[in-house]
């Protein structure tokens, strides 16, 4: 496990939801996950990454692809922060096969999301998670999404989920602000912020950090947003939230997360490249309009970089 783990943040506080890098012809770039790893830890202060999450296309990467990412970006920086393989689908025994490969590969953690589309009722949560969670050694952060997934992880489905001792954590990019903090006051359960419209928000309340998007290119400001918090300068986390609103606005609020990422990756010069369809490249109007927004909220886009 990383450095900066502990009981009261098992994955790290600041976290980044990994793009996968790929090629111009659209193949995994494992060079390229390696050095972007090693440039978020490194350089931009994260505690942990994500690997193929929906912001890592995990939805078009094969199983094969998951496997190797894990291994690449687990031996570039796994000796000094936290690597978390999203291992969840919206079937129980595909997922268990993503956990167990993925523990194999060298992850640390696993993120496992509420299964999509087919829409189970909170019983077939409850073994889901349980199931996964049973499967390997590792600690679990589940993922509750509602907006991609149909269905949200409902109060007392977490607080009988966190029982289970490799149940450890929640990702939550439902919103519910009031319904964590009671989970909160009834488990063990550490929560992590998975909307960065909302991270001082979760902060507030006595989340231990976030999982973040625009982390990949504003890290350093959001490691130190999480360490004035706790260390009683409100006032100095919330100037660094203002600062970071045009950011936040580019990349969240505009087009797909990953999309957005890979075009600000691009303009920075670091690894993202192309993406696989259904997903697009960013038009040159949206990459226009991210390098201003970049550049308002302090990051450093080189001149004559183009996404």
């Given at each position: 496990?990383?450095?900066?783990?502990?009981?009261?943040a098992?994955?790290?506080?600041?976290?980044?939801?990994?793009?996968?890098?790929?090629?111009?012809?659209?193949?995994?770039?494992?060079?390229?996950?390696?050095?972007?790893?090693?440039?978020?830890?490194?350089?931009?202060?994260?505690?942990?990454?994500?690997?193929?999450?929906?912001?890592?296309?995990?939805?078009?990467?094969?199983?094969?692809?998951?496997?190797?990412?894990?291994?690449?970006?687990?031996?570039?920086?796994?000796?000094?922060?936290?690597?978390?393989?999203?291992?969840?689908?919206?079937?129980?025994?595909h997922?268990?096969?993503?956990?167990?490969?993925?523990?194999?590969?060298?992850?640390?953690?696993?993120?496992?999301?509420?299964?999509?589309?087919?829409?189970?009722?909170?019983?077939?949560?409850?073994?889901?998670?349980?199931?996964?969670?049973?499967?390997?050694?590792?600690?679990?952060?589940?993922?509750?999404?509602?907006?991609?997934?149909?269905?949200?992880?409902?109060?007392?489905?977490?607080?009988?989920?966190a029982?289970?001792?490799?149940?450890?954590?929640?990702?939550?990019?439902?919103?519910?602000?009031?319904?964590?903090?009671?989970?909160?006051?009834?488990?063990?359960?550490?929560?992590?912020?998975?909307?960065?419209?909302?991270?001082?928000?979760?902060?507030?309340?006595?989340?231990?950090?976030?999982?973040?998007?625009?982390?990949?290119v504003?890290?350093?400001?959001?490691?130190?947003?999480?360490?004035?918090?706790?260390?009683?300068?409100?006032?100095?986390?919330l100037?660094i939230?203002?600062?970071?609103?045009?950011?936040?606005?580019?990349?969240?609020?505009?087009?797909?997360?990953?999309?957005?990422?890979?075009?600000?990756?691009?303009?920075?010069?670091?690894?993202?490249?192309?993406?696989?369809?259904?997903?697009?490249?960013?038009?040159p109007?949206?990459?226009?309009?991210?390098?201003?927004?970049?550049?308002?909220?302090?990051?450093?886009?080189?001149?004559g970089?183009?996404?």
């Amino acid at each position: 496990m990383g450095p900066s783990t502990t009981s009261d943040a098992p994955f790290g506080r600041m976290l980044t939801a990994m793009v996968t890098p790929m090629t111009a012809e659209g193949a995994v770039d494992l060079d390229g996950a390696a050095r972007l790893a090693t440039y978020l830890v490194d350089e931009q202060r994260n505690d942990g990454l994500v690997v193929s999450g929906t912001t890592g296309e995990s939805p078009t990467t094969s199983d094969v692809e998951k496997e190797r990412l894990v291994r690449a970006v687990a031996e570039a920086v796994g000796d000094r922060a936290a690597v978390i393989a999203g291992v969840g689908t919206n079937d129980t025994a595909h997922s268990l096969e993503l956990a167990r490969q993925a523990e194999r590969a060298g992850a640390h953690g696993l993120l496992v999301v509420t299964p999509y589309y087919n829409k189970p009722p909170q019983e077939g949560l409850l073994r889901h998670f349980a199931a996964v969670a049973d499967g390997t050694g590792l600690p679990n952060l589940l993922y509750d999404i509602p907006g991609r997934t149909g269905v949200p992880i409902e109060t007392e489905t977490l607080i009988r989920l966190a029982e289970h001792p490799r149940i450890v954590a929640v990702k939550d990019a439902k919103g519910d602000l009031f319904a964590a903090s009671q989970v909160m006051a009834r488990t063990d359960l550490v929560f992590y912020s998975g909307d960065d419209v909302l991270n001082l928000a979760w902060l507030a309340l006595g989340a231990a950090g976030v999982v973040s998007v625009v982390g990949h290119v504003v890290g350093v400001d959001l490691h130190e947003m999480i360490e004035a918090y706790r260390a009683g300068d409100v006032g100095r986390a919330l100037a660094i939230h203002r600062r970071l609103l045009p950011v936040v606005t580019a990349i969240m609020t505009r087009t797909q997360g990953a999309i957005a990422v890979k075009a600000a990756l691009n303009l920075l010069g670091q690894p993202g490249g192309t993406l696989r369809p259904p997903l697009v490249e960013a038009t040159p109007e949206f990459a226009a309009q991210l390098r201003e927004d970049l550049a308002i909220g302090g990051v450093k886009v080189p001149e004559g970089s183009t996404s």
